[in-house]
C-alpha cells in the first residue's frame, strides 16, 4: 500500500496563478484532510471531506477550493494564488474517529 | 471551541535522559488526544492516542503518554531519550461531542525536540 500520496511534491508559482494539488489513499478511508503548516502555527485544517462527494469547511478555508469526486482523491484548488498562501500543503486520511494517515507534503512558494 | 496548547516552544535533553513534552487541552466535553513526530521535510507520524482506558498510554518508539483530567493535560514523555528521537512533535485534540461528521483534529503550535549527545 502507498498510503497517502500527494502531487506536486514542490511548486512555485506567480501572483494570481492557479493550480491544483491531488492528494491519494489507497487505504478506502472515508475522511480526508487538507491542512496547511507555517512556521509557529503548527497544522491548521483548510478543508475536510466525510465522504465522497462531501466537503466541509475547516479553520481557514479563504481562497481555497477543495473537490472529493472519487472516493480516494481528494483535490486542493488555488484559484488565484497568493503569497499568504505559501505554506507546505499536508493531505490527511483517516477511518472515523482512528489515527489521522499524512502526506508527504506539498512545499508551495507563491512569489 | 477546541484547543492545544504546547508551552514550551523547544525541549533539549542529553542522550539518556528522561523526557517530558508537555501539552494541555480545552474541549467542551471528553477528549480525544493525540501524539504526532515530524522528522524533517517529512509528513506527520502518529505516535500514540488516548480515547479512553487506562490513564497511561504506551505508543511507538518507546514513548508513553499520561492523561489527566483534571490538569487537562496530556504529556508525551520516554525513559531515555535517543538523538534519533530529535524531531518536531505535534499534540492534537478532538472533541467526543464535536458533532456528527466532524472529525476535525485541533493541532498545537509543535514543540521542537533536540537530543544531544
Known amino acids: 500500500n502507498a498510503g497517502v500520496t500527494q502531487t506536486p511534491k514542490f511548486r512555485v508559482l506567480k501572483t494570481g496563478q492557479s493550480m491544483t494539488l491531488l492528494c491519494a489513499q489507497d487505504?478506502?478511508?472515508?475522511?480526508m484532510y487538507w491542512y496547511r503548516q507555517d512556521p509557529g502555527m503548527g497544522l491548521r485544517l483548510i478543508h475536510y471531506?466525510?465522504?465522497?462527494?462531501?466537503?466541509a469547511k475547516g479553520e481557514v478555508p479563504d481562497g481555497y477550493n477543495v473537490s472529493r469526486l472519487k472516493k480516494q482523491n481528494f483535490l486542493l484548488g488555488l484559484e488565484s494564488a497568493a503569497p499568504s498562501q505559501t505554506s507546505v500543503y499536508f493531505c490527511a486520511s483517516s477511518y472515523s474517529t482512528r489515527k489521522q494517515f499524512f502526506g508527504p507534503g506539498t512545499r508551495l512558494t507563491v512569489l | 471551541a477546541q484547543s492545544v496548547a504546547q508551552p514550551e516552544d523547544q525541549v533539549n535533553v542529553a542522550e539518556g535522559n528522561p523526557l517530558t513534552v508537555k501539552c494541555t487541552y480545552s474541549v467542551s466535553g471528553n477528549p480525544y488526544l493525540f501524539w504526532y513526530v515530524q522528522y524533517p521535510n517529512r509528513g506527520l507520524q502518529f505516535l500514540l492516542k488516548y480515547i479512553t482506558g487506562d490513564n497511561l498510554v504506551k505508543g511507538s518508539y518507546g514513548f508513553e503518554a499520561e492523561f489527566n483530567k483534571s490538569q487537562t493535560s496530556f504529556h508525551l514523555k520516554k525513559p531515555s531519550a535517543l538523538v534519533s528521537d530529535s524531531a518536531l512533535y505535534f499534540c492534537a485534540v478532538r472533541d467526543i461531542n464535536s458533532g456528527a461528521g466532524s472529525y476535525q483534529l485541533t493541532f498545537g503550535k509543535g514543540t521542537k525536540l533536540s537530543v544531544i549527545p
Open positions: 471531506s466525510v465522504g465522497e462527494g462531501t466537503t
Open positions: 487505504m478506502n478511508h472515508e475522511y
